[in-house]
Nanobody
Framework: QVQLVESGGGLVQPGGSLRLSCAASGSIFSASAMGWYRQHPGKSRELVATISSSGTTNYADSVKGRFTISRDNAKNTVYLQMNSLKPEDTAVYYC???????????????WGQGTQVTVSS
């Protein structure tokens, strides 16, 4: 089974920085869009940032200018650099990827296990 393994979450003070990583493990032919989402307690999952296979990015207004999404296609890995963190950024962060096993197989989507990011003084 293909898995998305996340790392980099933790506790950070307001104004601090954190870098999240998400690597797709298993036999993957290619990865299309990849992205990061977050979920606050009692809320639905929301978009943080996405990046296409060609490098086109999209950000939620709440993180624009502070967060940067990037990817390494050779490693099937997506990153989220988070700067100037605020308490309202506290959430469980999930990565997502649209993947393909071969050139002839269909695209499918997978979620990471989630990683807790806590911004507090």
């Amino acid at each position: 089974q293909v898995q998305l393994v996340e790392s980099g979450g933790g506790l950070v003070q307001p104004g601090g920085s954190l870098r999240l990583s998400c690597a797709a493990s298993g036999s993957i032919f290619s990865a299309s869009a990849m992205g990061w989402y977050r979920q606050h307690p009692g809320k639905s999952r929301e978009l943080v940032a996405t990046i296409s296979s060609s490098g086109t990015t999209n950000y939620a207004d709440s993180v624009k200018g502070r967060f940067t999404i990037s990817r390494d296609n050779a490693k099937n890995t997506v990153y989220l650099q988070m700067n100037s963190l605020k308490p309202e950024d506290t959430a469980v962060y999930y990565c997502n990827a649209v993947l393909k096993y071969s050139s002839l197989s269909p695209w499918f989507s997978r979620w990471g296990q989630g990683t807790q990011v806590t911004v507090s003084s």
